[in-house]
């Protein structure tokens, strides 16, 4: 029997979406056009976007659909900015374009603690931006690796002391539907979701864009999203994207996280007991309530996660966003840690359905192949 410990990397498809994507499939229409066929398809994204815009703290006006949260950052960052800059805990897609425009992020060790948190809550991280700079800042709610929840309405606070003109794009990917987040107190300009990490589609997601922001479409062509994303739109993605919104938010609202919480806790001090060598990451502060993340010097994550693998075990290390590639993780390395610590780390994330039976008996398999590697390496 196969147990699934990656949902940070992508979640089941929760039955409340596969049954919108069911319905959606009979609508027929295109949603641009002004018959009966055409209008139920656009009732349908409308819809949607209520949801989207309701579980994310945002007006549905605001909510743009897109392919996912990649494309999502993308179109934020296609502005024609004058300056960029992000944390050192950001996604790939954020890294990489900062690095195509020729700006460098925020990086530094003093700059995150070892706990993953981002001390960007000083004005004086922003001393690179200037008060008038058309320019953009992004970091993560939540980091997908360690889990730690980033301070994003104090980090906005800081950069527009320093900067007021200058754009914050928050990458919310991870915090939606696990954690309550609200669009509007943090005071970001921008957001990116994504609808597989909440049991949506894959393939879909939305930017949110603060009210009275314009924004330039990325790709030519009809116009859809009121100019700002073209393209016909993913009715059948979409749909789902909204059921499994409203699914998550009634999940924050039960408190349906907590006994997954607990059963994290019930893995971190398995491990903490038997593992002598191993380091936990990103518990010394706030943190998903789903996600745990340690280390095993000398032991690659690599390694562990085929072991786990052969073992019955989906897990992960770092990242599931490189093409399958591993390497040493660039947030361990900006939280302090060095190479040989940062690519041995491995992540479990917990689902809504995890059991308790699940994590025990990977706590159990995890510590036998850790023995044997204590072993090998004494």
């Known amino acids: 029997m196969r147990r699934y410990l990656d949902h940070n990397a992508t979640t089941p498809l929760r039955p409340e979406a596969r049954a919108a994507m069911i319905d959606a499939m009979d609508v027929i229409g295109n949603p641009s056009s002004v018959h009966v066929e055409g209008r139920a398809a656009k009732a349908l994204i409308e819809q949607a976007r209520v949801q989207v815009a309701k579980a994310m703290g945002a007006q549905p006006g605001e909510v743009v659909f897109t392919s996912g949260a990649t494309e999502a950052i993308n179109l934020a960052f296609a502005q024609d900015w004058g300056f960029s800059a992000c944390s050192p805990l950001e996604h790939d897609a954020v890294l990489k374009q900062t690095a195509a425009l020729a700006r460098h992020p925020v ?61 914050f794009l928050c990458d919310a990917t991870q915090a939606l539907g696990k954690i309550r ?33 314009d924004i330039t479409s990325g790709s030519l062509g009809g116009g859809q999203e009121l100019g700002r994303r073209s393209g016909t739109e993913n009715v059948i993605g979409i749909a789902g994207f909204g059921a499994a919104c409203a699914a998550a938010a009634q999940d924050i609202e039960k408190d349906a996280w907590k006994p997954v919480a607990e059963l994290r806790n019930i893995l971190e001090k ?49 990242s ?32 809504l359905t995890t059991t308790k039976d699940d994590v025990l008996r990977f706590a159990q398999a995890w510590l036998s192949k850790e023995k044997l590697f204590r072993a090998r390496a004494a």
């Not at 690179?128 to 997908?144: E, G, M, V, Y």
């Not at 509007?184 to 009210?211: E, M, N």
């Open 181 to 213: 987040f609200d669009f509007a107190q943090t005071g970001c300009d921008y957001a990116a979701v994504s609808a597989h990490k909440i049991g949506g589609p894959k393939g879909v997601g939305a930017l949110i864009v603060r009210q009275g922001l």
């Open 320 to 351: 599931a966003c490189s093409s399958g590639k591993v390497k040493a993780s660039t947030v361990l390395r900006a939280m302090g840690y060095d190479d040989e610590t940062a690519s041995s780390a491995i992540r479990v994330s917990l689902g």
């Open 107 to 167: 990086t530094g060790q003093a700059l995150v603690d070892q706990g993953g948190q981002f001390l960007g809550t000083d004005p004086g991280v922003y001393r690179d931006f200037q008060p008038h700079d058309r320019a953009i800042f992004a970091l993560t709610a939540a980091n997908s690796e360690t889990g730690a929840v980033q301070p994003v309405g104090a980090a906005v606070q800081a950069l527009k002391q320093i900067a007021p003109q200058a754009h």
């Open 270 to 318: 398995a491990l903490e007991a038997d593992a002598k060598t191993t380091i936990l990451l990103g518990n010394g502060g706030a943190r998903l309530p789903n996600t745990l993340c340690f280390a095993t010097p000398g032991w690659k994550g690599e390694t562990q996660v085929m072991q786990m693998d052969l073992a019955g075990f989906a897990v992960s290390a770092g």
